[in-house]
């Protein structure tokens, strides 16, 4: 099972020594700066540059023609959107991937720092979020839905590469030429799969949504980006897993399956469904 961010990763012998032509990882200390039981770490200093740099990217959104809402509505809901990745990306995880443990170590749940962060589960926080502070402020909620979607993916190209750093969330075994021999994974090279997910959920994904959101024909359908980024998401996240190795306590759910795979099935429905409902909207 891949070490969770915060915990101290013991190096076995077998992962100090490297096969003939395979990459080492580079073992970067997952703890930035640490002064006494304080420290500052990659894991938490990802979502903050997330939230921050997509924040101003929405700011920035809102010059162009016809906005859903005003700057000041985005620094506002900056506040909402950090309670609902945080609250919805933490009780995902605690509720889909680890209840047993959790429901033994009620306490644990409060460990934010140790890792444990489920993308689906924040996906649900956010779209609770953008639903609430848009009734409250009378805002339209799939323009601002719009706008947060395009956002999305910044965070996620600096969650997954903290992934990377706390080598985490590892790839299966593999011979190409990039293959890395991970701490806690054996001498086994595997893919460098938070590497996949980083240039594919996050850098990918941003350079199309950031195309098509200049694109008035594009922008002014309220909840086309949203479901294009839903689409977009769910099918990168079902290719990134099959080169990501499942979760140890999950396995495979059906043969070939993981649980990311499955989990983004009703986020692919509702990205589509979001695109047909724009379309009719001619």
């Not at 890395?180 to 938070?194: I, L, T």
């Not at 909840?223 to 990134?240: C, E, K, M, N, P």
Request: charged share 15%; aromatic share 12%.
């Amino acid at each position: 099972m891949p070490t969770p961010a915060g915990v101290e990763r013991p190096e076995s012998p077998e992962s100090r020594t490297l096969l003939p032509g395979v990459l080492s990882y580079p073992a970067i200390d997952p703890v930035l700066v640490q002064v006494g039981p304080f420290a500052i770490r990659w894991y938490a200093l990802a979502y903050v540059a997330g939230l921050l740099l997509g924040w101003r990217y929405i700011v920035a959104l809102t010059r162009l023609p016809d906005p859903p809402l005003e700057k000041r509505d985005v620094d506002d809901f900056i506040v909402w959107a950090t309670f609902g990745v945080v609250l919805g990306g933490r009780l995902g995880y605690v509720l889909i991937y680890r209840p047993d443990h959790y429901l033994a170590n009620p306490l644990d749940i409060l460990f934010i720092w140790e890792g444990g962060m489920s993308f689906h589960g924040g996906l649900v926080g956010v779209i609770l979020a953008v639903w609430w502070f848009s009734r409250r402020r009378a805002l339209d909620i799939l323009g601002v839905g719009d706008y947060v979607a395009c956002a999305a993916p910044v965070g996620l190209f600096f969650g997954r590469i903290a992934n990377f750093i706390n080598a985490e969330l590892i790839g299966r075994p593999s011979d190409v030429a990039w293959a890395m021999v991970f701490p806690g994974g054996g001498a086994v090279p595997r893919h460098p799969s938070q590497l996949y997910e980083a240039l594919l959920e996050g850098l990918l994904l941003f350079v199309v949504l950031a195309v098509l959101v200049r694109k008035d024909s594009i922008r002014l359908k309220r909840g086309t980006l949203f479901g294009i980024f839903l689409v977009g998401y769910s099918v990168v996240r079902a290719i990134a897993e099959l080169y990501r190795e499942p979760d140890a306590h999950i396995g495979f759910l059906v043969p070939g399956v993981t649980m990311g795979q499955l989990l983004s099935l009703p986020v692919f429905f509702l990205g589509i469904c979001l695109l047909a409902r724009a379309a009719k909207s001619d």
